[in-house]
C-alpha cells in the first residue's frame, strides 16, 4: 500500500526567502501531484508529474520528480506571504485504479 | 464551468445521530469521490465510484458509513449513528475521463461535521 510522507509539517519562513518541500512515497507511484489548501478552502490542483525527471513551474513554485528515489519536491523561491497555505502532495498507485494517496500536508506561512 | 458543489457546508450533530452530505460534481465527470479530511492530516479516501457504481470502498466504515450515486451524478454520503472521531471535512472530488493522462481531481469545499 503506498504510503506518502512529507516534510517538514510546519515551516515558518520569512518573505524573500527560498525554502524546500520534500515528500516521500514508499512503493511505485505512476505520477505524483501537489495541491494547495487554504484554511477552510478546498484543495487547489498546483501541479501534475508524470514521469522520471519532470520538473514544473508555476510563478514561484516549481516542483520536480525523482522516481528512483521516490521523492518530490516543491521549492519556494523568493516566498511571499500570499503563498501560506497548507501544501499536500499526493501519489496514485497504478494498482489501486485512481486513488489518490495523500502525505499529511506542509502548513506553509510566510512572514512579512 | 462549475465546480463541484457540496452541502451543508457545516454541520453540528451529538453522538449517535445521523448525518448526510450531498456532492454535485462537474458536468460530465465519471468519477467522483468522497474524502475524510481530518483537522491537521491530509484526505483519506472513503469511496470512489465510477458512474454509479463502486470502484473501491475499502476504507469505508460501513458499520455507520454508506454512500450512493444513484442516477450517476449527484452522490450522497450518511453518517449513522456519528461518532465523536466522524468529526471531520468531508471532500468531494471528481474526475474528468477525458484527462486520464493526469488523473487531475477536482475537490468541492467540503462539507464540516462537528460531533459532540
Known amino acids: 500500500e503506498l504510503k506518502v510522507e512529507q516534510n517538514p509539517l510546519f515551516l515558518s519562513m520569512q518573505e524573500g526567502k527560498n525554502y524546500t518541500i520534500y515528500c516521500n512515497y514508499s512503493?511505485?507511484?505512476?505520477?505524483l501531484y501537489w495541491y494547495r489548501q487554504d484554511p477552510g478552502k478546498s484543495l487547489e490542483s498546483l501541479f501534475v508529474?508524470?514521469?522520471?525527471?519532470a520538473v514544473k513551474q508555476e510563478g514561484r513554485l516549481m516542483a520536480s520528480l525523482d522516481t528512483k528515489a521516490r521523492l518530490s519536491t516543491l521549492h519556494i523561491t523568493a516566498a511571499v506571504h500570499d503563498l501560506s497555505a497548507t501544501y499536500f502532495c499526493?501519489?496514485?498507485?497504478?494498482?489501486?485504479?485512481?486513488?489518490?494517496?495523500f502525505g499529511e500536508g506542509t502548513q506553509l506561512t510566510v512572514n512579512p | 464551468e462549475a465546480g463541484v458543489a457540496q452541502s451543508p457546508r457545516y454541520k453540528i450533530i451529538e453522538k449517535r445521530q445521523s448525518v448526510a452530505f450531498w456532492c454535485n460534481p462537474i458536468?460530465?465527470?465519471?468519477?467522483l469521490y468522497w474524502y475524510q479530511q481530518i483537522l491537521g492530516q491530509g484526505p483519506k479516501l472513503l469511496i470512489q465510484?465510477?458512474?454509479?457504481?463502486?470502484?473501491?470502498d475499502s476504507q469505508l466504515p460501513k458499520d455507520r458509513f454508506s454512500a450512493e450515486r444513484l442516477k450517476g451524478v449527484d452522490s450522497t454520503l450518511k453518517i449513522q449513528p456519528a461518532k465523536l472521531e466522524d468529526s471531520a471535512v468531508y471532500l468531494c472530488?471528481?474526475?474528468?475521463?477525458?484527462?486520464?493522462?493526469?488523473?487531475?481531481?477536482?475537490f468541492g469545499e467540503g462539507s464540516r461535521l462537528t460531533v459532540l
Open positions: 465510484f465510477q458512474n454509479n457504481g463502486v470502484v473501491d
Open positions: 499526493a501519489g496514485r498507485q497504478e494498482t489501486s485504479g485512481s486513488r489518490l494517496t
Open positions: 512503493t511505485t507511484s505512476d505520477r
Open positions: 472530488a471528481s474526475r474528468n475521463p477525458g484527462r486520464q493522462l493526469t488523473g487531475e481531481l477536482f
Open positions: 508529474l508524470l514521469s522520471n525527471g
Open positions: 458536468s460530465g465527470h465519471a468519477t
